[in-house]
């Protein structure tokens, strides 16, 4: 019988557990613990429309929210778990017992040694670094990922002078593979941003970024965008599995019973990818908390939510990049729609089998491709 849940990790992942609770009907207790003092907000315009000084409602609680009958605990931190009655340790040292456990701690940005340098994960980084643009003239950004390539872009329309800098040859390479990353990735060039790539940075300091070539940048504001650690420290003895991240299966459950993990601090099997990915991507922090409720709640069924395949956007000098699916080395890659000097769809494929679609403005072309990989879960499935 469960009659308290506890969800750790007050953002996406953790309200659309809260949610996914309630619309399965669990009638009990939820508890939802948050680091952050702020209530639950959207990560994505952080780095687009808020970074750019516009005031999108980044607010994630709707006025059905309010009717969840939740206990939210903002601005504190679950530092230990025990897995002999799943009580989590508070940072304030009152021990929270509970039936089941929801682990839906995200991830934190990747930081560089070095003074003043910027990283962009949460509301108080987006804060800080929108205020350090509003004086600056010029920013070296150090990553051309996704969050790096979304900053430089928000900087450039801000008007200021842009360098960006990455250590691999060629940027997005590993999501996207070299071919489609060199394609995106001309977006930097496309709109006045000089993009370095194939050279690590040696040192930072202060305002100056040493490459390891010799190459010495200067500019006002200097943002690492060199990937996230998921939030997983704090699980350190509790037995839990952690490789990348907590370890589960297709349901969410880790090793310990009435445990589950969901969103950017989970590497979990996907049955798309048929192997463990951990997803940090938005949409996957909406979907498989209603995965990981249904587990909690003893549902055997399949849940609709394991059919979706893997999915991400990134706005970017004014386009949109879809991609959906699982690419591997090897897959071939072809543009199937478009050309790779505007629009573009281009789909990977494995021994002839579509596995990925990759898109830039080509929503409507996009969509059709992820349905028929949706399908290919489904067959998998049943
Ligand atoms: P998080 O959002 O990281 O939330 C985890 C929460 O848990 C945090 O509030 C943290 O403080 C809290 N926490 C951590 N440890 C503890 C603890 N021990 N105790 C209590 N609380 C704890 N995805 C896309 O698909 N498209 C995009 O365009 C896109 N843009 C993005 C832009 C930015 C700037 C960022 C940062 C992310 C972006 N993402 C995007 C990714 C997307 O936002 C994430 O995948 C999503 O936020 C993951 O949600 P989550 O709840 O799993 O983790």
């Keep these: 019988m469960m009659r308290t849940i506890t969800v750790v990790g007050a953002s996406l992942a953790g309200l659309s557990a809260a949610r996914a609770l309630r619309a399965q009907e669990f009638a009990g207790r939820i508890i939802v613990l948050g680091e952050e003092t702020h209530e639950p907000y959207d990560r994505p315009p952080l780095s687009k429309e808020f970074l750019a000084g516009e005031s999108p409602d980044i607010s994630l609680l709707t006025t059905d929210d309010k009717l969840l009958d939740v206990d939210w605990r903002l601005g504190v931190s679950a530092v230990q778990l025990d897995p002999s009655d799943r009580s989590v340790v508070l940072s304030t040292g009152e021990r929270v017992q509970s039936d089941g456990v929801v682990l839906a701690t995200g991830a934190r940005a990747r930081t560089l040694p070095g003074r003043n340098v910027h990283t962009l994960r949460t509301l108080d980084d987006a804060i800080a670094l929108r205020s350090a643009f509003a004086s600056a003239g010029s920013v070296v950004v150090i990553g051309a990922g996704f969050i790096g390539a979304e900053v430089a872009s928000t900087a450039r329309k801000l008007g200021l002078d842009v360098t960006v800098v990455e250590a691999l040859p060629v940027p997005m390479a590993g999501p996207l593979g070299a071919e489609m990353g060199r394609i995106c990735g001309s977006l930097h060039a496309a709109n006045g941003v000089r993009l370095i790539t194939g050279v690590p940075v040696a040192e930072i300091a202060d305002h100056l970024v040493r490459l390891a070539d010799g190459i010495e940048l200067r500019a006002d504001v200097v943002v690492a965008g060199v990937g996230a650690t998921p939030n997983v420290s704090w699980l350190a003895g509790s ?144």
């Design 239 to 382: 037995g839990l599995i952690i490789d990348g991240g907590v370890v589960t299966d297709a349901k969410c459950s880790t090793n310990i019973p009435q445990v589950v993990a969901v969103g950017d601090c989970a590497s979990s099997f996907n049955d798309h990818a048929q192997t463990v990915l951990r997803q940090e991507h938005w949409t996957n922090a909406l979907q498989q908390p209603r995965i990981a409720a249904a587990t909690l709640m003893g549902r055997t069924s399949v849940h609709a939510a394991r059919f979706a395949v893997p999915y991400f956007w990134s706005d970017q000098y004014g386009s949109r990049l879809q991609f959906a699916g699982h690419r591997q080395e090897g897959d071939q890659v072809e543009i199937v729609s478009g050309a790779a000097d505007g629009p573009f769809t281009a789909v990977y494929r494995r021994e002839s089998r579509p596995v990925a679609v990759l898109s830039r403005d080509e929503a409507r072309v996009f969509g059709r491709w992820r349905r028929e990989l949706t399908t290919v879960t489904e067959g998998v499935l049943s």
